[in-house]
């Protein structure tokens, strides 16, 4: 047997002997979060012997001390709705301030009932493993030390800290940099109307880091919104900012956001998770291109898809004894932004509670158990529910012209001949995409309409060929941005696209060296700013205007600057012009006065410190090369 420890952020290994467990437990659930609290929950009603471990001193997490008191989307079923309806029953009962005072009660007692444990203000700081089993932990307590023996851990941390002490393999971020999404942060106001919450984005933070984690908590307290922002009088800040993002476990069966688009999931779901890919950050452009063509190339980033969760997703790869029911579980970076709601990490629990009783009664390793046993148990609590497994919808109360919006299903196209009815359209999103999934086959009716004599077809054409691959379009790809076209597409609810950008976007994955200058031009020139572009006519943040944020030309000059990178990469001979253009944009923080005025940690500030970043990480990789 051996401890595992984390020290100075490396794993360290101890053999250890006559190791006496104090207690033995077949579940210990470390974080008794949105999770964790469903996971100890059912875990004890079940039979097993459970003890919940929790940093803080309730449980609940996001729902209690992290404020969050609804849900986006998502589908209904499971045990979460009776612990809801209680919920609001006890609110009307008592005099508390919200529905998340009544869940901290209802949480705790609900696990103590069940016959469960509770150990509050500690922390898991050691792992006993045998070979690649988790067997025991040492935990941190106000009384001390303790070691206890376990059947099943739960790592419901939200970070993957208990899996990756564990020494299971995590990923953190995104390709470009490296970052996560915005953290939010919960605050109670009283206006007019009584007491409610407020929702605000700050920047990133690595929870990883005790000096980012540290920073965040002070900055976001700390920074007075400006007027526009400020709903009423504060009274108190919650204790949890909310991370969206974090870690994440490489997992026995892993989703990812290809196999979603070609209709290529599990066969062996828990639950069905349902929503858009909600980043929050407006920086698309540094998501990668399986991300870029949809929400970029084709418009469709607030189209809501539908993602069926298997429930090895929570199994670590190559060890034993543990799970990670959160939003760490093995989802690629994409897909976390849609599949880590609250109302899916309830199920995450309660389905990880029914794993774990399998796995012991049956005597068997986690990803050995019978699938058909768990599917019965959750198809019966209805936490899965095959009814929801609605693909791909448009959804939301309001379309972008703030018109009530019905949901309806979303089918793309198989016959080439039928794409110039959508692409003559502010709608051209299906018909774009429509021509990714076709490829080849629809290249040349597309090249036919790129002589069309509607503005729309020829322009959205171009679109649906780049998408494909294909640079037949490029001439009216440059002509749209050396034009600036303002025009915002309409195919969205929320974040939807202007014409400018989504060529930028297109000729840098084409890698078009025609677009060079442009491009430069876009970056530094000091006239660029009085482009009827960029003027609040042709404003790209509809429904989400934000005070001393230019939003248009932090979308043009993000885009732009991945573009010339993509652009450099394929053609090392432009690599010294990029160079000496990023230099001159990023010499100083006049660039940064372009965009905001808004504070470096706040969720502007630091999407704009971001361009400049990736530009750097850019030129220092290409003279690493020389």
């Given at each position: 047997m051996y401890?595992?420890v984390?020290?100075?952020?490396?794993?360290?290994?101890?053999?250890?002997?006559?190791?006496?467990?104090s207690?033995?437990?077949?579940?210990?659930?470390?974080?008794?979060?949105?999770?964790?609290?469903i996971?100890a929950m059912?875990?004890?009603?079940k039979?097993l012997?459970v003890?919940?471990i929790?940093a803080?001193n309730?449980a609940g997490?996001?729902?209690?001390?992290?404020?969050v008191?609804?849900?986006?989307f998502g589908?209904p079923?499971?045990?979460?709705?009776?612990?809801?309806?209680e919920?609001?029953?006890h609110?009307?009962?008592?005099h508390?301030?919200?529905r998340?005072e009544n869940y901290k009660f209802i949480?705790?007692?609900?696990?103590?009932?069940?016959?469960a444990e509770?150990l509050?203000?500690s922390?898991?700081?050691?792992?006993?493993?045998e070979?690649?089993?988790?067997v025991?932990?040492?935990?941190?307590t106000?009384?001390?030390?303790a070691?206890?023996?376990?059947?099943?851990l739960?790592?419901?941390?939200?970070d993957?800290h208990i899996?990756?002490?564990?020494g299971c393999?995590t990923?953190?971020g995104?390709?470009?940099?490296?970052?996560?999404q915005?953290?939010?942060m919960?605050?109670g106001v009283?206006t007019e109307?009584?007491i409610r919450?407020?929702?605000f984005?700050?920047?990133?933070?690595?929870?990883?880091d005790?000096?980012s984690?540290?920073?965040?908590?002070?900055f976001?307290?700390?920074?007075e919104m400006?007027d526009?922002?400020?709903?009423g009088?504060?009274m108190l800040?919650m204790?949890?900012?909310?991370?969206r993002e974090?870690r994440?476990?490489?997992?026995?069966?892993?989703v990812?956001?290809e196999d979603?688009f070609?209709?290529n999931?599990?066969d062996?779901?828990m639950?069905?998770?349902y929503?858009?890919l909600d980043?929050?950050g407006?920086?698309?452009?540094?998501?990668?291109?399986?991300l870029?063509?949809w929400?970029?190339?084709a418009?469709?980033?607030?189209?809501?898809?539908?993602?069926a969760v298997?429930?090895?997703?929570?199994i670590?790869?190559?060890?034993?004894g543990?799970l990670?029911p959160c939003?760490?579980l093995g989802v690629d970076?994409?897909?976390s932004?849609?599949?880590?709601?609250v109302?899916d990490?309830?199920k995450?629990?309660?389905?990880?509670?029914d794993?774990a009783?399998?796995?012991?009664?049956?005597?068997c390793?986690?990803r050995d158990?019978?699938y058909d046993e768990?599917?019965?148990m959750l198809l019966?609590?209805k936490?899965?529910?095959?009814?929801?497994?609605r693909?791909?919808r448009?959804?939301?109360?309001?379309?972008?012209d703030g018109?009530?919006?019905p949901?309806?299903?979303?089918?793309?196209?198989?016959?080439?001949s039928k794409?110039?009815?959508g692409?003559?359209?502010?709608?051209?999103?299906?018909a774009i995409w429509s021509?990714k999934?076709m490829g080849k086959?629809c290249?040349?009716v597309l090249?036919g309409l790129?002589?069309?004599?509607?503005e729309n077809?020829r322009?959205?054409?171009a679109?649906?060929l780049?998408?494909?691959?294909d640079?037949s379009?490029t001439?009216?790809l440059r002509?749209?941005?050396?034009?600036r076209?303002?025009c915002?597409?309409?195919?969205?609810?929320?974040h939807?696209?202007?014409?400018c950008?989504m060529?930028?976007?297109?000729?840098g994955?084409l890698?078009d060296?025609k677009?060079v200058s442009e491009?430069?031009?876009i970056?530094t020139d000091e006239?660029?700013?009085?482009?009827?572009?960029?003027s609040?006519?042709f404003?790209?943040?509809?429904g989400?205007?934000?005070?001393?944020f230019?939003n248009?030309y932090?979308q043009?000059?993000?885009?732009?600057?991945i573009a010339?990178?993509?652009i450099a990469d394929?053609?090392?001979?432009l690599?010294?012009?990029?160079a000496?253009a990023?230099?001159?944009?990023?010499e100083?923080?006049?660039?940064?006065?372009?965009?905001t005025l808004?504070p470096?940690?706040?969720c502007?500030?630091?999407m704009v410190l971001?361009i400049?970043k990736v530009?750097y990480?850019?030129v220092?990789r290409?003279?690493?090369v020389?």
């Amino acid at each position: 047997m051996y401890i595992q420890v984390v020290k100075d952020g490396k794993i360290e290994k101890h053999a250890v002997s006559d190791i006496k467990f104090s207690k033995e437990y077949d579940v210990i659930v470390s974080g008794l979060g949105t999770a964790g609290s469903i996971a100890a929950m059912v875990s004890a009603e079940k039979g097993l012997k459970v003890l919940g471990i929790e940093a803080f001193n309730c449980a609940g997490g996001t729902t209690t001390i992290g404020g969050v008191q609804s849900y986006y989307f998502g589908c209904p079923g499971g045990r979460y709705a009776e612990l809801d309806i209680e919920a609001a029953e006890h609110q009307d009962k008592t005099h508390t301030l919200n529905r998340s005072e009544n869940y901290k009660f209802i949480f705790e007692n609900k696990i103590i009932d069940a016959g469960a444990e509770i150990l509050y203000e500690s922390s898991i700081c050691g792992i006993y493993m045998e070979a690649d089993t988790v067997v025991g932990v040492k935990v941190i307590t106000p009384e001390g030390l303790a070691d206890f023996g376990v059947k099943v851990l739960m790592d419901c941390t939200a970070d993957a800290h208990i899996a990756n002490m564990a020494g299971c393999a995590t990923v953190y971020g995104r390709e470009t940099d490296g970052l996560t999404q915005p953290y939010t942060m919960v605050s109670g106001v009283r206006t007019e109307r009584g007491i409610r919450t407020t929702n605000f984005d700050f920047g990133r933070v690595d929870q990883r880091d005790d000096k980012s984690l540290s920073e965040a908590l002070i900055f976001s307290r700390s920074y007075e919104m400006s007027d526009e922002r400020n709903v009423g009088r504060l009274m108190l800040h919650m204790p949890l900012i909310g991370i969206r993002e974090g870690r994440r476990i490489v997992a026995e069966e892993m989703v990812r956001l290809e196999d979603i688009f070609s209709e290529n999931q599990t066969d062996e779901p828990m639950f069905f998770s349902y929503a858009d890919l909600d980043k929050h950050g407006w920086d698309v452009a540094f998501d990668g291109e399986k991300l870029g063509d949809w929400a970029i190339g084709a418009n469709l980033g607030a189209y809501n898809i539908t993602v069926a969760v298997p429930y090895k997703a929570i199994i670590p790869k190559n060890i034993d004894g543990i799970l990670v029911p959160c939003r760490a579980l093995g989802v690629d970076r994409d897909v976390s932004s849609c599949v880590r709601m609250v109302l899916d990490m309830k199920k995450t629990g309660e389905a990880a509670a029914d794993i774990a009783y399998i796995a012991i009664k049956n005597n068997c390793r986690l990803r050995d158990i019978s699938y058909d046993e768990l599917k019965a148990m959750l198809l019966e609590s209805k936490c899965l529910d095959y009814s929801y497994n609605r693909g791909i919808r448009v959804d939301g109360m309001y379309d972008a012209d703030g018109k009530r919006l019905p949901a309806y299903d979303v089918s793309f196209l198989s016959d080439a001949s039928k794409l110039e009815e959508g692409l003559a359209t502010l709608k051209p999103g299906v018909a774009i995409w429509s021509a990714k999934l076709m490829g080849k086959k629809c290249v040349d009716v597309l090249k036919g309409l790129l002589l069309s004599e509607n503005e729309n077809t020829r322009k959205h054409a171009a679109f649906a060929l780049a998408i494909t691959g294909d640079n037949s379009g490029t001439e009216v790809l440059r002509e749209m941005v050396e034009k600036r076209d303002a025009c915002t597409l309409t195919d969205c609810r929320k974040h939807n696209q202007q014409r400018c950008c989504m060529a930028i976007y297109f000729l840098g994955r084409l890698a078009d060296e025609k677009i060079v200058s442009e491009l430069i031009k876009i970056l530094t020139d000091e006239n660029e700013l009085s482009r009827p572009i960029y003027s609040s006519k042709f404003s790209s943040s509809k429904g989400r205007k934000v005070a001393d944020f230019h939003n248009t030309y932090f979308q043009v000059a993000s885009n732009a600057v991945i573009a010339l990178i993509r652009i450099a990469d394929a053609h090392p001979m432009l690599r010294d012009k990029a160079a000496e253009a990023f230099n001159l944009a990023f010499e100083d923080e006049k660039y940064y006065e372009k965009i905001t005025l808004r504070p470096e940690k706040s969720c502007e500030g630091s999407m704009v410190l971001n361009i400049k970043k990736v530009a750097y990480e850019a030129v220092n990789r290409w003279n690493s090369v020389k």
